[in-house]
């Protein structure tokens, strides 16, 4: 199991993953909006994307948990 | 002592010490210390000295630790190499006395200083010859100190470097680590579970991949010590010999193809990533890049490569990861970095696409201000050909840090889709406009918004700041690598002095 997290204090902008997908390392799972700039997050791992902690519009902060691949 | 006694133990001292020690260390894939000189040499070892040290005592060839002088690429340089298989490269008196005197020789000679360490740190037995007196190994740390700026001094680190021991990379321009086996720390696990109560792993507190991607005390992660001694070799062809010579020029190499321009390349929408590998790959040399802590901080690229076979230093934003905003951890690695090329002659190119400095508490209490100072410092200190090329945009702080025109840079070079801004027009906008945008209804806003966005964008619009000679020239994006090279040429004639004084007190 692993965590994806946020890489910097952000909002998360869009999620372009769904629970349940099947996923591959370097895919992109989240783009957060952070210093008026586009940040993507690539999931660590391959798998399935069995949760994801937040939604669009959400504030995190470097650290916080988008999602969590099996 | 006749000649038979001589060879018997020379051969002796040349096998270094015990074979099960020999065999422990090949289970890890860790190479003989001999063997690894023979790898990292043009030849070998041409000089050795002190071999016979502690020769009278039984089972301490060498005192643990080999010291000579060889060639690498053609470049005479010195080395202290530690052997393993000797008490576990622990030091003893000989042994610190050996790397002081190859460091003494080092700076005589005015060459480079190479550091193979493998050791379990001080021989507890010998510490009041090898600790705390004169030629103690405080020595070894205060040579490294005065050398720093003067030779290129590299570590690779095969095994432990523990307590004092892990100031000689800490003090290196360069730690190349060895995967699995290379650790640095100041305390051992089993020392940090009896003296503070944590329980920790060696990999987890003082490992090379944890050095390379979290503390920045390593440079670069090699997989095995071939690798490490294979780059050690190809990072050593940028620097010249001291801080007197140039690095040498080898034979132009056209840039490598790929199936776009950089035009292409770079989005047209401010806020999206890119990737600036891409960039920098069709601005050098092929196969020319030679990259500095690619695991740590990756929001700012750091590297050496070669225009038209000249050596050039690349500082980087990197828009693919966090935006390439700059971070404490960047502004750091920045840092060193720049002071790493300006003090060995090697000219500075900064590629700029900055959204400014992160905000927010966690920077801030991490002291943001402080580390990005010393990237300013840094950076502002370097008298070396110094180029700054604003690729999209260079917002607040970050024109700054990133050789922005007030620092001395010998041209500021704008691409047509550059922007120069103390923040971009979203930010701005927000900031000037916040009562009236909130005052205004609903259905009014958007239009507000874009057309007090246009006329911020025409305000800081690249032909304006061109016009107001902000910057010195915009080039076509297709014609960088041609302009670079013809404007390394020209400067390669710069010679200043920063200023006079005995140095300077930054934010360290």
Redesign the interface.
């Known amino acids: 199991m692993t965590e994806i997290k946020a ?3 952000g909002s998360v902008w869009k999620i372009t993953v769904k629970e349940g997908e099947r996923i591959s390392t370097g895919q992109d799972i989240v783009i957060l909006e ?7 997050i690539a999931s660590e791992a391959s798998g399935q994307v069995i949760k994801l902690s937040v939604s669009e519009g959400d504030f995190v ?2 650290g916080d948990v988008l999602a969590t691949i099996e | 002592m006749d000649n038979n006694t001589y060879t018997n133990l020379v051969d002796k001292i040349k096998k270094g010490g015990a074979e099960k020690y020999h065999k422990i260390n090949s289970k890890k894939n860790k190479l003989f210390v001999r063997e690894r000189l023979e790898k990292l040499f043009d030849e070998s070892v041409d000089i050795e000295d002190a071999f016979f040290a502690n020769c009278m005592s039984e089972g301490l060839p060498a005192d643990g630790v080999v010291t000579g002088i060889g060639k690498v690429n053609g470049m005479t340089v010195c080395v202290m190499a530690n052997d393993s298989t000797v008490k576990a490269g622990s030091w003893g008196a000989r042994t610190v006395e050996k790397i002081i005197r190859i460091q003494e020789t080092a700076a005589k000679l005015n060459v480079p200083m190479l550091y193979l360490v493998d050791s379990a740190g001080a021989r507890i037995t010998d510490q009041v010859e090898m600790f705390p007196g004169r030629r103690g190994a405080g020595r070894i740390f205060h040579n490294q100190i005065k050398l720093s700026g003067r030779v290129p001094q590299v570590c690779l680190l095969f095994g432990p470097s523990a307590a004092g021991g892990a100031y000689i990379p800490a003090f290196c321009d360069a730690v190349i680590m060895v995967d699995g086996n290379a650790s640095m720390y100041l305390g051992s696990p089993r020392m940090a579970e009896k003296v503070i109560g944590e329980k920790v792993t060696l990999e987890e507190m003082g490992g090379a991949a944890m050095h390379c991607s979290v503390s920045g005390c390593g440079d670069v992660l090699a997989e095995s010590e071939e690798e490490a001694i294979v780059f050690a070799r190809k990072y050593l062809s940028y620097f010249p010999d001291n801080f007197k010579k140039k690095p040498a020029a080898i034979p132009p190499v056209h840039p490598a193809s790929f199936g776009s321009s950089i035009s292409e390349l770079i989005p047209d929408h401010q ?3 890119f990737d600036i590998y891409e960039l920098i790959g069709r601005l050098i040399d092929e196969n020319s890049f030679c990259e500095i802590k690619k695991l740590f901080a990756p929001e700012i690229v750091t590297g050496f490569a070669r225009l038209e076979g000249n050596v050039v230093g690349i500082i980087a934003n990197q ?7 700059l ?1 404490p951890d960047s502004a750091d690695k920045a840092a060193k970095f720049i002071q790493l090329c300006d003090a060995f002659n090697i000219p500075l190119l900064f590629l700029v696409d900055i ?2 400095f ?3 508490t ?1 920077v801030e209490r991490a002291g943001i201000i402080r580390h990005g100072a010393k990237m300013l410092a840094a950076m502002s200190e370097a008298t070396v050909p110094k180029i700054s090329v604003v690729i999209r945009k260079a917002y607040g702080a970050g024109l700054y840090a990133m050789a922005g025109p007030a620092f001395e840079p010998d041209c500021t070079l704008a691409l047509p889709s550059a922007q120069i801004a103390v923040m ?1 027009p ?2 701005a906008v927000n900031a000037v406009y916040a009562n009236k945008i909130a005052e205004i209804s609903e259905e009014e806003r958007p239009a507000f918004i874009k057309q007090k966005q246009e006329e911020y964008k025409a305000d800081i619009d690249i032909y304006r700041l061109a016009s107001e000679m902000v910057i010195d020239a915009i080039i076509e994006p297709d014609k960088l690598r041609g302009e670079l090279v013809k404007r390394y040429e020209i400067y390669s004639n710069k010679s200043v002095t920063f200023t006079e004084r005995k140095h300077g007190v930054y934010p360290v």
């Open positions: 890489n910097m204090a952070s210093m008026k700039m586009e940040i993507p902060n470097e | 806020n999206a990533p828009p693919k990861v966090k935006g390439g905003v971070f959204p400014g992160m905000i927010g966690k971009g979203e930010a």
